[in-house]
């Protein structure tokens, strides 16, 4: 392309370089924005919810106007009635609450009334199933022990052959599903996310031969799905797996 039409083609473009500009804006800009939305409305939704708890005079509009209301600067300033939404609050009550809650539950009075409720509960039919299960789910994703945790990530053949999809190794099957399916290997529990909300998904059983284990890790497989395959575990070069520290082979002299 010769100078002059490179001028040229700059004329009739005049706006081109704002535009540059305002779409690479946008890539700093969006993602901040909406970070911060998602968190302000789930401030808020949680505020909601615990707020209405709280006593009207221990709300901070309130302790504030009594402690602030005569002051006849802060009047100027603000008016005759103070109307102050601090988000977070509900937050922070949430989150007290919870771990007092989880203070008492790990004592014998705790434990001693939580089994009594429990036994009450047990006694309710459609109650009882509904909390046994919500019960498991708490416990298998809160849990602080290392065996409820996904194992590794992996790749199976779903929804049928030559299709591969990636998923979470769980555990080995045992009891009565590891005995019915007529298979001579072991037997692995697996769960398949969905995308883009990896929260729900499948429980496949499937033989150890149909699991390929994969080098990355679960947090990198689950920015995988998360991003319907835009963000890969190396990021410098996603086409080599990611780069595994190992640790130095002695050798004998």
């Known amino acids: ?39 302000w409305t789930f401030v808020g939704w949680i505020d909601s919810w615990v707020l209405p708890f709280v006593p009207a005079r221990y709300h901070p509009d309130a302790l504030i106007d009594t402690l602030l209301g005569d002051n ?17 609050l509900g937050v922070v009550v949430f989150l007290f609450f919870t771990v007092l809650v989880g203070w008492v539950a790990k004592g014998l009075i705790g434990r001693s009334f939580l089994a009594w409720g429990e036994r009450i509960v047990d006694r309710m039919p459609i109650v009882r ?5 919500i019960k498991q789910i708490a416990e298998t994703v809160f849990s602080q022990s290392t065996e409820t945790k996904f194992d590794k990530a992996c790749l199976v053949e779903y929804p049928r052959k030559g299709i591969w999809a990636i998923a979470f190794i769980s555990t ?33 059983f499937v033989p150890r031969h149909s699991v ?3 080098a990355m890790t679960v947090e990198d497989a689950a920015k995988l799905v998360i991003s319907a395959g835009l963000v890969y575990p190396n990021g410098k070069n996603p086409s080599q797996p990611p780069v595994i520290s190992q640790p130095p082979v002695i050798k004998p002299e």
Do not use: C
């Open 172 to 204: 080995k099957a045992k009891g009565e599903i590891d005995q019915k399916i007529p298979v001579d290997e072991d037997i692995i529990s697996v769960f398949l996310p969905t995308t883009p909300n990896p929260t729900s998904g499948f429980l496949l």
């Open 129 to 133: 199933s509904l909390y046994n299960g």
């Open 1 to 39: 392309m010769t100078e002059h039409e490179d001028h040229t083609r700059r004329k009739r473009r005049p706006f081109a370089g704002l535009r540059n500009n305002f779409l690479a804006g946008l890539v700093v800009v969006v993602p901040i924005a909406v970070t911060m939305w998602m968190i």
């Open 72 to 88: 006849e600067w802060f009047k100027m300033l603000f008016g005759e009635d103070v109307r102050i939404n601090v988000r977070g």
């Open 212 to 214: 390929v284990e994969l």
